[in-house]
């Protein structure tokens, strides 16, 4: 389960701060997809970036708490937390092409994943993408 309860989401420039975000509260349960929708330069990326505790300490401020079951990543170690992101926390970027490693073949990052290949086919079938053995052949890159 994740409990996101963030007061504000600061910008931090010279001897000023700048509320960017504010009052953003939320759950999702286990087994729910969350979806966040806003025009362009509305804060989409800034929020999920507060969210996993990506926004760096010396140019934002993040004030509140979000708990994915049951820890609050936004106070837990940077080591347990890059340990929670790789197993718990995935997202779908906008523009997903110019995130891939271009040099990197697409079985790459399913194998990040850490999760049975039956698993990986429900998701794609799901999102009615092509099978896992079709996006993997031939040596695909993107």
Do not use: W
């Amino acid at each position: 389960m994740l409990r996101v309860n963030l007061n504000s989401v600061s910008v931090l420039a010279k001897d000023e701060r700048r509320v960017i975000l504010k009052e953003i509260k939320f759950d999702v349960e286990a087994g729910q997809v969350y979806t966040i929708l806003g025009k362009n330069g509305s804060g989409k990326t800034t929020l999920i970036k507060s969210l996993t505790a990506l926004l760096p300490d010396d140019q934002y401020e993040v004030s509140g708490s979000v708990f994915l079951n049951g820890t609050n990543l936004l106070s837990t170690t940077n080591e347990d937390l890059r340990a929670i992101r790789k197993k718990n926390i995935r997202y779908v970027l906008q523009d997903i092409a110019n995130s891939l490693d271009p040099l990197k073949k697409l079985k790459y990052y399913f194998s990040l994943a850490e999760v049975e290949t039956e698993n990986i086919e429900k998701q794609l079938k799901y999102f009615l993408l092509p099978p896992y053995n079709k996006l993997c052949r031939l040596h695909s890159y993107d």
